[in-house]
């Protein structure tokens, strides 16, 4: 009665959250709309023959319940369900109108055989494995050109395991690129709720070529020093919305792709309508909220408000390079707090590798109308490296209310850049205290949530 009870609840909410178009809201979150009907049929992990044992390898049972399941996706879709339990498994792809959800004690575990995790084809954007040449590992729980599909549960587990690929990439021992913990591909609908994500091999969720995902009241755990474990990367993904999430992991909290050098560029998909609200976390070599490095079919319409940072290596970082091309602007970052980070602000046009030698390095990123605001630092070792590339037209950047308690004595360091600063403490850098000749250069939202750029 209880699991029946806990159910219950859970369908009853995923009913006013799936199958939704997507809006920013005037206030502070991203609204719904359009309602779904219940999933109408259910079966669980075991009756496919698995046992949840930490043991025993689960791959086939859940792979034969997905493909079981594919008969109801045009009668109102389906509910896997996974009951309290250590289930080993290796990768599975999910289907079309489909809800993955976990019981409170259920844990997912990802198989340490790298055999377990099947080899793809690369990304098209990236024209290449992110680590390394060729074909990569696929995701635990991936999916590919899907509508309507949901993971979720009474805040249960997908567990990675990912020390053993952490110590391969360390070891430079692997032969592929390390694989994600989620990705979807191509897909709509998307939404990741109620759950607890920790120790991925590489990037825990990354949405690409995504639109309509939203990723809500979920927590994400890696060790600080574990290498590129970001939390969310949407990637060349639209309208996303990340809210209400606790994320400690040892690279960026959340970082907005797009995209590789020339792969990028030819791909074009940008990513845009980005939401980001009421996100806690920290980060052991990373940033709270990054955009790029790899952001060359453009990035633009990000919106990201309280944020609270704290024992973190960087605050808010815009990466890119010469060779990536594109564009990042229409940013906004605002309410933010951040106690105990070496480095609040960081925009820089010298960041990165190369996925090949056919990259062009007159290829030069348009970065404008990125806007900070309302931000409070304590114990921040360097307020801001503001730094465009030479010989590009200057990034442009707003700095508004924003008080940092600082200990180095040269606060900010700033080269190619342009913009406007109001009520900056300490002071900022020369090119920010002027008023520039074109005075739209800093960008807002109005009270309707559609962007405006904010004239001076």
């Known amino acids: 009665m209880r699991r029946s009870n806990t159910l219950l609840g859970l369908l009853l909410f995923l009913s006013l959250i799936c199958e939704t178009t997507w809006a920013v809201s005037g206030s502070s979150s991203c609204k719904q709309r359009k309602m779904t009907a219940l999933r109408p049929h259910s079966v669980s992990i075991t009756e496919f023959g698995a046992i949840g044992d930490g043991v025993t390898l689960n791959t086939i049972a859940f792979q034969n319940a997905i493909f079981y399941l594919r008969s109801f996706a045009d009668k109102g879709g389906a509910q896997l369900f996974v009951p309290a339990g250590k289930w080993l498994t290796g990768s599975f792809s999910l289907i079309s109108h489909l809800t993955l959800s976990l019981d409170k004690d259920a844990v997912i575990l990802g198989s340490t055989d790298s055999i377990d995790w099947p080899l793809i084809d690369p990304l098209p954007s990236y024209g290449r494995g992110r680590e390394l040449p060729g074909e990569r590992h696929q995701s635990l729980i991936h999916g590919s050109n899907l509508k309507d599909v949901v993971i979720t549960g009474d805040n249960g587990t997908i567990d990675g395991q990912g020390s053993v690929w952490w110590d391969w990439f360390n070891k430079k021992n692997l032969n592929y690129t390390r694989p994600h913990l989620v990705e979807f591909i191509n897909s709509t609908g998307v939404v990741i709720l109620n759950l607890t994500f920790s120790n991925s091999p590489f990037w825990a969720i990354h949405p690409v070529y995504c639109s309509q995902v939203h990723v809500q009241r979920v927590t994400i755990l890696a060790p600080l020093d574990s290498p590129n474990t970001d939390g969310i990367d949407p990637d060349s993904s639209t309208d996303v919305c990340i809210e209400d999430c606790y994320i400690s992991t040892g690279d960026d909290i959340i970082a907005i792709k797009s995209g590789w050098d020339e792969h990028g560029i030819s791909y074009a998909r940008p990513s845009s309508n980005i939401s980001i609200y009421r996100i806690l976390g920290r980060t052991g070599d990373g940033a709270g909220i990054a955009i790029g490095s790899e952001m060359s079919g453009g990035v633009s319409e990000v919106r990201a408000e309280g944020i609270h940072l704290f024992d973190s290596k960087h605050g808010i970082r815009i990466k890119t390079s ?20 070496d480095m609040a602000i960081m925009i820089t046009g010298q960041y990165g590798e190369h996925p090949d030698e056919q990259y062009d390095p007159n290829a ?28 590009d037209d200057p990034f442009e950047v707003c700095l508004s209310n924003i008080m940092f308690n600082v200990s180095s004595e040269l606060p900010w360091n700033c080269s190619s850049i342009t913009g406007y600063s109001d009520m900056v403490s300490p002071n900022v850098c020369e090119p920010l205290r002027r008023v520039p000749e074109d005075s739209s250069v800093c960008y807002s939202t109005d009270s309707q949530g559609s962007s405006s750029l904010l004239v001076l």
């Not at 900070?372 to 730094?387: H, P, Q, S």
């Open 322 to 341: 010469a060779g990536r091309g594109g564009y990042v602007k229409n940013i906004l970052v605002s309410d933010v707090i951040m106690e105990n980070v």
């Open 364 to 391: 030069l990123p348009l970065i404008e109308r990125i806007t900070i605001k309302d931000v409070v630092g304590t114990n921040i070792r360097l307020a801001g490296l503001l730094n465009g590339i030479e010989g």
